[in-house]
Structure formats: structure tokens, C-alpha cells
């Protein structure tokens, strides 16, 4: 089963992700924040890590940063899911090493049909 990181500061996004996900058939793991998402990665070993951006410490471009600079993780896909709606947000996004843009207000689909695509 394929394991997807939720790193989302906002609980009631990451609680609907997290559904969303589930439904699905997707075995989720949540981070409130980018130093807790750094800790579930190493003991958990996702498959998939979807951040939201703009979260207190380390924002998710931080992390996606920290990831894909480590061997371990530097294959890790990363889905940014963010109200940075911007092209230059999404550009420096994928700058940072994010496989994967969503922006808020997102859907199901949209959420569903990026982890499938990261995901295999």
C-alpha cells in the first residue's frame, strides 16, 4: 500500500486531504509542520509527501529543499498543495525540487490524480 506524508498546519486541510486520500485506498501519515514532516519521513518512509507551503518554522519549499538535497530522500515525490496561486510561485516551486503543484481551493480529483501521478 502505498504511503502518502500529509504536512499541512491547517487541521481541517489536513484532515480532508488526509480522507480524501484514505477513500481512496491510500495509507496516510500526518505532520503539522516542516521539522515534524522531516522526523516522519525518516521514521515512516512515505512514498509520497504532499505540503502545504506557507506553514510556520520550515515552510514546505524548505522542506522540499531538505529532502531532495539528501540521498536518502532525494527521490522522495513532493506535492506542494498551497494558496500560492502565482506562476512565479509555481515556478519557484519546481525550482525547489516539487514534482507536483496544486493550489487552493483544490478538489478531490486534483489531490487524487497528482499523488497517481508521482505515485506510479
Not at 25 to 35: D, H, L, R
Not at 93 to 119: C, H, N, S
Amino acid at each position: 500500500m502505498i504511503k502518502v506524508l500529509v504536512v499541512e498546519d491547517t487541521v481541517s486541510e489536513q484532515e480532508l486531504i488526509s480522507l480524501y486520500l484514505r477513500e481512496a485506498g491510500y495509507s496516510v501519515i500526518n505532520a503539522s509542520n516542516g521539522k515534524e514532516a522531516l522526523s516522519q519521513v525518516e521514521s515512516q518512509k512515505p512514498d509520497v509527501v504532499v505540503t502545504d507551503v506557507v506553514m510556520p518554522g520550515m515552510n514546505g519549499f524548505e522542506l522540499c529543499r531538505s529532502l531532495k538535497k539528501n540521498p536518502v530522500t532525494e527521490k522522495l515525490p513532493v506535492i506542494a498543495c498551497t494558496s500560492k496561486n502565482q506562476e512565479l510561485d509555481r515556478l519557484w516551486g519546481m525550482k525547489q525540487g516539487v514534482d507536483m503543484y496544486v493550489t487552493k481551493p483544490f478538489t478531490r480529483e486534483e489531490i487524487l490524480r497528482a499523488v497517481r501521478a508521482v505515485a506510479g
